[in-house]
């Protein structure tokens, strides 16, 4: 199997090649926002490369693809990751995993090999949140998660919700549901990503095998003073918006330095009017907390909403709104054995981990039996356009897998 290692890392290579291409911010990294030209642009090629390879390709009401390759089994393994990126990302997060999916379908086909369970490889669409805030659309629209009402909440910077974008898209929202699972069919999901921390590469690992996903809790805190001249209006008699979410922010970076493993990010502000010289009258911001403790978390969103009745007391308005709560989600006890029997008897160094970054598989696995697969980062770095990991530890990740599928009973 070992000589396979070097033409699949070379197709891989070409696929990451193509695929970087498909961006909204040429030489600024990966901007793939979900139902943009973007996501149609990438659609088309995945759909493209599993058609060369004679699979079936469907996209489902969500915007996902899938190319099925019949096994012996009629039960199903789905393998899959997102195609959306954040902005200005890398080219790795996410479609590393899809093209490891293909890849994975293309060497059972090449080698004239029916395997044992039927493959449905997936490129998943809005896992990031980065257009709408939420994320995990198609893997929650598989387990009949979005109702009509839900798409209409979630809105982009423009204003635009799921439901607006989804339509102008061409998809049809009221019709969500129609993505919805079968799940008895299900043998389960197999999730292979690029690492996105330091863990692997410290530790000098090829391959790492996820024990357990982050729980993560997001949220947009609106918090509205008073708009006053900068120069005149004394600090005494100021609802200063930005201050007020300062004391905030500080509040919450505090408890979450105090807990460990425990991280915490105000990645996304927003500032009106956003004058040098205008003391701010309103602040929009976002606040991700996640841990594996997940008392930690309702405790550290608690003492926001604390910071926020106490602002109301002295006059601010405050609004809260969740976007997302994802518990902790659990790999498969047995299937992580195989996965590390495979990547022994392959001889790839190997080590469990947890993941600290969200994943489709932390929707799924609450769903059905699931494994996931990381590889190294370089630098342990991701959410960035310099994002890298060697497409031949990708090959790796894939002839793991291929064991693994035809190992599990
Ligand atoms: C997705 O990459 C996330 O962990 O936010
Ligand atoms: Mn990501
Ligand atoms: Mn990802």
Request: proline share 3%; glycine share 8%; hydrophobic share 40%.
């Amino acid at each position: 199997m070992k000589n396979q290692l070097d033409f699949i890392a070379d197709r891989l290579e070409k696929h990451i090649a193509e695929t970087k291409k498909i961006t909204a911010t040429p030489n600024k990294g990966i901007t793939r926002l979900p139902f943009t030209l973007e996501s149609k642009r990438c659609v088309h090629y995945l759909e493209e490369q599993m058609k060369q390879l004679g699979m079936t390709v469907s996209e489902d009401a969500s915007g996902a693809v899938i190319g099925v390759i019949q096994g012996k089994s009629e039960e199903r393994i789905m393998i899959g990751s997102h195609y959306d990126s954040v902005e200005h990302g890398g080219a790795y997060d996410g479609m590393a995993g899809i093209l490891c999916g293909i890849e994975i379908a293309a060497y059972y086909i090449r080698n004239n090999i029916i395997p044992p369970y039927t493959l449905e490889i997936a490129g998943l669409n809005d896992e990031e949140g980065a257009r709408f805030g939420g994320g995990y659309l198609s893997s929650k629209a598989f387990l009949g998660k979005w109702s009509t009402n839900d798409l209409k909440q979630y809105v982009d910077k423009n204003g635009l919700s799921y439901y607006d974008a989804m339509k102008l898209y061409g998809l049809e929202p009221e019709h969500m549901i129609r993505a919805q699972r079968p799940l008895s069919k299900w043998k389960g999901y197999l999730e292979i990503h690029v690492e996105q921390g330091p863990i692997l590469e410290n530790a000098k690992k090829e391959i790492g095998i996820v024990e357990t996903i982050v729980a993560i809790k997001r949220y947009y805190i609106t918090i509205v003073g008073k708009a006053d001249h900068a120069g005149t209006q004394p600090m005494n008699t100021r609802s200063d918006a930005v201050m007020a979410a300062m004391g905030l922010i500080h509040h919450m970076n505090e408890y979450v330095l105090s807990h460990k493993p425990m991280v915490g990010t105000v990645g996304e502000i927003h500032v009106y009017p956003n004058e040098i010289n205008i003391v701010p009258e309103e602040i929009t911001f976002s606040i991700d907390v996640r841990s594996s403790k997940e008392e930690w978390l309702e405790e550290c969103i608690e003492l926001v909403e604390e910071d926020l009745k106490e602002l109301e007391g002295i006059g601010f308005k405050c609004k809260m709104k969740p976007t997302l709560t994802n518990t902790v989600t659990h790999m498969k006890t047995e299937w992580k054995k195989v996965l590390k029997e495979s990547a022994d008897s392959l001889g790839f160094s190997n080590m469990f981990l947890d993941s600290g970054a969200g994943h489709d598989a932390a929707i799924i696995g609450k769903a059905v039996d699931t494994a996931m697969l990381f590889v190294p980062s370089v630098g342990g770095r991701s959410h960035i356009p310099e994002e890298y990991s060697s497409e031949k530890d990708l090959a790796k990740a894939v002839l793991v897998a291929i064991d693994f599928i035809n190992k599990i009973d």
